[in-house]
């Protein structure tokens, strides 16, 4: 008889919340938790908000509100940026990776460059 252990929960985004968390991108940075708070709340009873610079997660109590979110504020403008607000990605944990930058391709390329003439 094994014994198993209980693996503590870990929340991922997306259809395992039920629908119910969604992402909310371009965020201008002056914009205070209050504010989106106050913007978002429209929709209905917001249970979390996990908020960072330039982007937030929320979670509301009922799916139907997220997805009126989503529907109405997708677009929207907020402190003079245009919003992206979508359901999260299924395993997605809440935290954003910023996108690879493309000076590090550059670098890279820069690198080979002179290798080659170094060849020459």
């Known amino acids: 008889h094994t014994l198993h252990r209980k693996r503590p929960m ?7 919340s039920g629908g119910k968390r969604i992402y909310v991108g371009n ?3 002056d914009t205070k938790l209050s504010e989106l708070e106050d913007r978002f709340s429209e929709f209905g009873r917001i249970t979390n908000i996990s908020y960072k610079q330039g982007f937030a997660f929320i979670d509301y109590n009922d799916k139907q509100d997220a997805e009126d979110a989503i529907r109405t504020m997708n677009g929207a403008q907020l402190m003079n940026r245009k919003l992206t607000v979508e359901r999260t990605k299924e395993g997605d944990s809440g935290e954003r990776r910023p996108p690879p930058r493309d000076d590090d391709h550059d670098r890279d390329r820069d690198r080979d460059r002179d290798r080659d003439r170094d060849r020459d």
Do not use: A, D, L, S
Not at 10 to 16: I, R, T
């Open 27 to 29: 965020i201008n940075y």
């Open 10 to 16: 870990v929340y991922k985004g997306g259809e395992e």
